[in-house]
């Protein structure tokens, strides 16, 4: 399966622990994009990244989240210290280009759940 | 704030029916792109329209944009049970960093 790839598919974190999202893009793509769902509602901008830079995190919160996607293997979205309100589903894509016309290949997400 | 609105929130209909959503938006945009979404999955993307066209086709998909209305439709025709998924516009807001997606429009499909 050469698509976005996303894990773990379901996570619990308790309140305080880490929560450590992977996602491997499609193969040829280096640009990454991370949004966060909530039910019922839409995708929220979150980050942009191309190998080894982050290019737009006007979505992302200042404190407790950090992506990245390094020069080898996938990109990381870190939630330091999880708190119920993060509690969502994180969804990835890629796409090719780093243009307008270039659609977003998403992956299957990974649903957090905080307890 | 989100960029696209769609309408309805939510549509029911019977199979067979042509089934169409709209989506309102705010800024100036290069394109606008819908995507679907099954339940527990990602979404896929459907077709992208670009600023200077006004209506696409893809199979039973037809899309208009009016910009000057800064609006868009999505019609499926002949739908089948297999269309229900929710329904999402998105654009670049002319900045090409990032896509802005709407709430989406729930559509079930009745067999």
């Known amino acids: 399966n050469a698509g976005v790839m996303q894990n773990p598919r379901h996570l619990v974190r308790r309140r305080g622990q880490e929560a450590r999202l992977r996602c491997s893009p499609m193969?040829?793509?280096?640009?990454v994009y991370w949004y966060r769902q909530l039910p019922e509602e839409g995708l929220k901008f979150m980050v942009y990244?191309?190998?080894?830079?982050?290019?737009?995190e006007s979505g992302m919160p200042k404190e407790r989240f950090s992506a990245e996607f390094p020069k080898e293997g996938p990109s990381i979205l870190r939630i330091q210290q999880v708190v119920r309100g993060d509690s969502a589903a994180y969804f990835c894509?890629?796409?090719?280009?780093?243009?307008?016309?270039?659609?977003?290949?998403f992956g299957n997400g990974t649903r957090l759940t905080v307890t | 704030s989100q960029q696209g609105e769609e309408d309805p929130q939510a549509l029911s209909i019977q199979e067979g029916e042509n089934a169409t959503m709209n989506c309102s938006y705010k800024?100036?945009?290069?394109?606008l792109q819908w995507y679907r979404q099954n339940s527990g999955r990602g979404l896929v993307h459907l077709i992208l329209?670009?600023?200077?066209?006004r209506e696409k086709h893809s199979g039973r998909l037809r899309v208009t944009l009016d910009t000057s209305k800064k609006s868009s439709s999505l019609l499926i025709t002949a739908s089948r049970a297999a269309d229900t998924a929710s329904y999402f516009c998105?654009?670049?807001?002319?900045?090409?960093?990032?896509?802005?997606f709407g709430t989406g429009t729930s559509l079930t499909v009745i067999p």
């Open positions: 800024t100036s945009i290069n394109n």
């Open positions: 329209i670009r600023s200077n066209e």
């Open positions: 990244l191309q190998k080894e830079n982050i290019i737009d």
């Open positions: 894509a890629s796409s090719a280009q780093p243009d307008a016309n270039s659609p977003l290949h």
């Open positions: 193969k040829g793509h280096s640009h």
């Open positions: 998105a654009t670049d807001g002319h900045t090409g960093n990032q896509f802005y």
